[in-house]
């Protein structure tokens, strides 16, 4: 009996078949990779947004679970703001004071700066974003573009909450009292750092009332939900 042997044709992909696939492959990065890094952006401002929002809330649940003031301070120069348990409800008078530091968050800080503090306040650091050299697209900041606030004034300052008296020199500030009131109605700001569409820009408030709400800017102008 003869046997007969046949030999299998091996397929696999041409050398040009190969580079066809590498060049629709470039061809969707280099349209992909835009939409992510806006799309990666816009997630970070909505969840920074969502940060101030909850915290300036726990702020104020707090006073009226301690009985006493509650001041949540801002620093627009480096994007963050700080919370103190007023025990003693003279900050009018006294400012700040580190013993009754509760915690302090940063919507963008290095990791170097965040390394370098000490181990204390570390503890009671709380960073939305920490940024290595190079991350600046998607930093989220307390900034804003030229238009109006959700009330119609002009915008003029990231944060529009005053600071009080002179002396002693104090930051912005709100203060919550034991009944949930506040000292003072303000917005804060956030936009991404080298954002200049006018839809990129989110705004919290606090009434006087207590009452804090999150606002998105629709991108039509001086218009906000």
């Known amino acids: 009996m003869t046997k007969v042997f046949t030999q299998k044709k091996e397929s696999g992909f041409t050398l040009i078949e190969l580079l066809v696939v590498v060049v629709m492959l470039a061809i969707l990065a280099t349209v992909a990779i835009p939409s992510f890094n806006s ?67 940063y919507l963008t800080l290095s990791e170097t700066t ?42 003029a300052e990231a944060v529009t909450f005053g600071s009080g008296s002179a002396f002693p020199v104090k930051p912005k500030h709100v203060i919550f009292d034991a009944t949930g009131l506040a000292s003072q109605s303000g917005y804060v700001f956030l936009k991404p750092n080298t954002a200049t569409q ?11 009332t207590g009452r804090v709400r999150l606002y998105s800017h ?4 001086n218009t906000w939900e």
Do not use: C, H
């Open 39 to 105: 799309w990666f952006a816009l997630t970070r401002l909505n969840g920074a947004g969502r940060q101030v929002f909850t915290d300036l809330r726990t702020a104020k649940a707090l006073a009226i679970a301690k009985d006493n003031d509650v001041v949540v301070t801002f620093d627009p120069t480096t994007s963050s703001y700080s919370i103190y348990d007023d025990v003693d409800e003279d900050f009018d008078t006294a400012g700040v004071e580190s013993a009754e530091w509760v915690k302090t968050t």
């Open 218 to 221: 629709t991108g039509v102008a």
């Open 114 to 155: 965040f390394n370098a503090l000490p181990a204390a306040d570390q503890a009671k650091t709380s960073v939305y974003m920490l940024t290595r050299a190079g991350d600046q697209s998607t930093r989220v900041v307390m900034d804003f573009l030229a238009g109006n606030d959700p009330d119609g004034t002009a915008i």
């Open 198 to 208: 006018l839809d990129r820009q989110r705004a919290v408030s606090v009434l006087t």
